[in-house]
């Protein structure tokens, strides 16, 4: 089974509509990640938490927010779906270690989001 | 605030031979970790190799190793005996003390049989 899961791995949805993207991971890790990736680009920040009751805003928080119901989930919440947030979401996870090799990020499979 | 940058968008190599994948890098900490990752057609982001700031020798990882020239700041991936299951967009990327990952726009490797 993988390590870290994401539910859906697709989604059509319309302009307006609330949509939830759900995250789960079996690593044991404290500290969790939400990316997104556009066509042709790299992975952008969205919102980390370090342990449950730590969430912060990454580069590109605006339209979006969080959940993290347990050190295992974290969810992503889009409350008023808009096209430009079409892309392919990541959710990410890491240990909370002493050095940056441990802080090494694994990285779920995507879930590809289209708004209408 | 932290950049990454891969000049090449897209890169050929044989079947068989090594590649280099260039990826220089702006920060103003001293101590960062440089991670390549590795995206396949599927999509998933699968992690290769990782290089500390204060580590003197080079990264390696099977195939994979990584030219640090911290001077210039350069991490270069190196990829010896591609395989036609290395095609792939690849990935620089570097964090800092908050592990917040920065990266960059990605290569586009395609190995010829």
């Known amino acids: 089974d993988a390590d870290v899961t994401q539910t859906p791995r697709n989604r059509i949805t319309k302009t307006g509509k609330r949509i939830m993207l759900e995250c789960s991971q079996t690593?044991?890790?404290?500290?969790m990640y939400w990316y997104r990736q556009d066509p042709g680009l790299g992975l952008r920040l969205i919102y980390y938490?370090?342990?449950?009751?730590?969430?912060n805003k990454g580069e590109i928080s605006d339209g979006y927010s969080v959940s993290r119901q347990a050190q295992a989930k974290f969810s992503l919440s889009l409350e008023s779906a808009i096209p430009n947030q079409t892309a392919l979401y990541f959710c990410?996870?890491?240990?909370?270690?002493?050095?940056?090799?441990?802080?090494?990020?694994?990285f779920g499979p995507g879930t590809r989001l289209t708004v209408l | 605030a932290q950049k990454i940058t891969q000049t090449q968008p897209g890169m050929f190599v044989q079947e068989k031979e090594a590649v280099t994948l260039d990826c220089t890098y702006d920060t103003s900490d001293q101590s960062y970790g440089l991670f390549w990752y590795k995206q396949p057609s599927s999509g998933e982001m699968i992690f290769l190799i990782y290089q500390g700031s204060y580590d003197e020798q080079n990264a390696t990882e099977g195939r994979y190793s990584l030219n640090f020239q911290k001077a210039r700041k350069s991490a270069n991936l190196v990829i010896s005996a591609s395989q036609l299951g290395d095609s792939a967009m690849y990935f620089c990327a570097i964090n800092n003390a908050g592990n917040m990952l920065t990266f960059g726009g990605g290569t586009r490797l395609m190995v010829k049989p």
């Open positions: 938490s370090f342990d449950v009751k730590d969430i």
């Open positions: 990410a996870t890491s240990d909370s270690g002493t050095s940056h090799a441990t802080d090494t990020q694994y």
């Open positions: 690593k044991g890790h404290d500290r």
